[in-house]
C-alpha cells in the first residue's frame, strides 16, 4: 500500500487535451503525483480544442474515462478550460499546476501558463522524449514504421502515400518545433519501473490473465481490462512483440513499439503486471509460472488470429480455465487509424499549424534568452571595470 507524504501539498492541478493518451502524458500525470498528496487533472472540451488545436482524435467522454483510469490520477475535471488560470486552481483548491517542460499556446499564440506562471504556482515537469500525439497521428498518416520497412521496400504507391500523407517534413525548412519533433524512443529498467506496480500477488490472490498487443491504447482496451481485472484480485497482461503482431496484422503494424505498449499498459489501475513478449498461444507452462487462475479473453472485438489452425486458449479451455468478459466498447486500432484517414486534411493542418506555432514560440524563447545573456555579459564587465579586484 502506498503511504502519502503528509508534508507534500495537499492538492496539485494538472490539465491538457489528453487526446490519444499515450505514456508520455501518463509519465507527465506520474510525476505530477509525486509532488503532492492528490492529483487533479482537467481535461478539455472538444470545443475548445477544436478552437485551439484543430479537431481531438477522441471525444471528450472517451477522454475523460482514459484519463480517469490513469493510476496516478485522483480525480478529474471534466471541460477545464483552456488556458489555466489562479482562478481555476483556487476553485478546485490546488496550491500549483504541474506541466511538462515544453509549451502550449492557444489559437492566438499565448502561453496557457502564462497566468499561473506570473503568480508563482506552477512547476514543470520532464516532457517524455520520444513520443507525442502528433507523432503518433503521423504515424498512421505514414503507415510506415522504421522497425518493419524500409521505404526503398515500400510498394510505389505505398511510398506515393507516403508522402502524400506526411506531416512530419514542412515545407519551411525553419518551422520545426523541439517539442513535436520527437526523438526516437529509449525504453530502459528504470523507466519500465517508474511505471510498474511493483507488488507481487498475495498468496489467496485469484490471478487474471489476458493477452495482445493493445497497440494505440484506447478505450476499448481499457474498458477490457476494467472487466477481466473484475474477475480477481490481480491482473496479468501479456503483450506480444512486434514481429508477432506483425505476422498477424500485417501491414506496418504495430504503430507503437512492443516497449512503448507496455508502458502504455502499465499506466493504467487494472494493471497489476506485463509479461514483455508474451508468447502467442498460453501454454501450461505460461499458466504455472504465474500461477494463473483464470485465462480471460474478450467477446466484444474478435481476437486477432496469427494461425485459423491454432487456437491460443486451447490450454486453459481444457484446464477449465478459460473465461470470456464483454467490454461493452467496440474500439479497435483499426477505427482510430480511420478516424484519421478519414479526417486527414483536417489532422495534417492541425500538426503543421501546431508544429509553426511552437516553433516560432520556441525561436522567441531563445531570443530572449540570448538577449538575457548578453544584459549579463554586459553588467558583469562594468563590474570587472569598476572593482578590478
Known amino acids: ?26 509519465n507527465q500525470l506520474r510525476q505530477a503525483k509525486q ?25 471528450e467522454q472517451e477522454r475523460y474515462r482514459m484519463v480517469r483510469g490513469i493510476k496516478w490520477v485522483d480525480e478529474i475535471v471534466e471541460g477545464a478550460p483552456y488556458s489555466t488560470t489562479v482562478e481555476t486552481l483556487d476553485k478546485y483548491d490546488c496550491e500549483f499546476c504541474v506541466h511538462g517542460n515544453d509549451i502550449t499556446l492557444t489559437a492566438d499564440g499565448i502561453d496557457t501558463y502564462a497566468e499561473v506562471k506570473k503568480a508563482g504556482r506552477y512547476r ?7 513520443v507525442s500525439t502528433t507523432d503518433l497521428v503521423g504515424r498512421m498518416l505514414l503507415l510506415t514504421k522504421s522497425h518493419h520497412s524500409r521505404d526503398d521496400e515500400l510498394k510505389e504507391e505505398h511510398r506515393e502515400r507516403t508522402r502524400t500523407l506526411s506531416t512530419c517534413i514542412l ?15 529509449l525504453p530502459s529498467t528504470q523507466t519500465i519501473m517508474q511505471f510498474a506496480e511493483g507488488r507481487p500477488p498475495a498468496p489467496n490472490d485469484v490471478i487474471i490473465y489476458v493477452s495482445g498487443s493493445f497497440d494505440l491504447f484506447h478505450i476499448g482496451h481499457l474498458c477490457f481490462l ?29 504503430i ?15 494493471v497489476s503486471e506485463v509479461v514483455i513478449g508474451a508468447p502467442y498461444v498460453v501454454t501450461q507452462d505460461l499458466i504455472d ?15 486477432h488470429q496469427q494461425s485459423e489452425d491454432v487456437d491460443p486458449y486451447a490450454v486453459p ?73
Open 1 to 26: 500500500m502506498t503511504h502519502t507524504n503528509s508534508t507534500l501539498p495537499k492538492r496539485v492541478w494538472c490539465d491538457g487535451c489528453y487526446d490519444m493518451v499515450h505514456f508520455g502524458h501518463a
Open 289 to 303: 509460472r504465474f500461477r494463473i487462475d483464470y485465462v480471460v479473453e474478450g467477446t466484444h472485438v474478435e481476437h
Open 226 to 254: 476494467e472487466e477481466a481485472r473484475k474477475l480477481g484480485d490481480y491482473l496479468i497482461v501479456g503483450l506480444y512483440t512486434d514481429q508477432v503482431v506483425n505476422d498477424y496484422k500485417g501491414s506496418n503494424y504495430p
Open 317 to 389: 479451455k481444457a484446464l477449465g480455465k478459460y473465461k470470456t468478459v464483454d467490454s461493452n466498447n467496440d474500439m479497435t486500432t483499426e477505427k482510430i487509424i480511420d478516424r484519421i484517414i478519414d479526417h486527414r486534411r483536417a489532422f495534417e493542418s492541425r500538426n503543421a499549424a501546431k508544429e509553426r506555432k511552437e516553433a516560432a514560440a520556441f525561436k522567441a524563447l531563445q531570443k530572449l534568452e540570448k538577449e538575457k545573456n548578453l544584459i549579463k555579459g554586459s553588467a558583469h564587465e562594468i563590474i570587472c571595470i569598476e572593482d578590478p579586484k
Open 256 to 270: 507503437m513499439s512492443l516497449h512503448e505498449r507496455v508502458l502504455s499498459v502499465l499506466a493504467y489501475k487494472p
Open 124 to 130: 514543470e515537469c520532464e516532457r517524455t522524449p520520444g
Open 171 to 185: 515545407q519551411d525548412a525553419e518551422a520545426h518545433s523541439p517539442w513535436t519533433r520527437v526523438s526516437r524512443f
Open 35 to 59: 509532488m503532492g498528496q492528490r492529483l487533479v487533472v482537467g481535461v478539455h472540451t472538444d470545443e475548445e480544442i477544436a478552437k485551439h488545436k484543430g479537431p481531438p482524435v477522441f471525444n
